[in-house]
């Protein structure tokens, strides 16, 4: 009876730490996007890893900046065109 409970203790803590890796993991991949440019990637990840992990205020704060930076140059780029006149 021991032995499965310790088993059972054992699978547990390995589902856990494995649940908590796969979010790393994504949150890690969304940095390197983000510090290579592709931010609606990275703000696509960042989002993928904060609805997984809601109390994480790391990755809510990583969406919510991402997301302000990409609107920015969203926002930059249309003005651009505007001002050319370049409405293709």
Known sequence: MQRIMRTML???CLALLAGCTAGRTTF???QRLEREGK???AYIKYAE???A???KQEY???VLRTGE????IHLQRAEDYM???NYD
């Open 60 to 62: 809510r704060m990583s």
């Open 83 to 85: 001002a050319a006149k």
């Open 53 to 55: 992990n809601p109390d």
């Open 39 to 41: 931010l609606d990637e």
């Open 69 to 72: 930076q990409a609107a920015r």
């Open 49 to 51: 890893v904060s609805m």
């Open 10 to 12: 054992v699978i547990c």
């Open 28 to 30: 890690d991949k969304a």
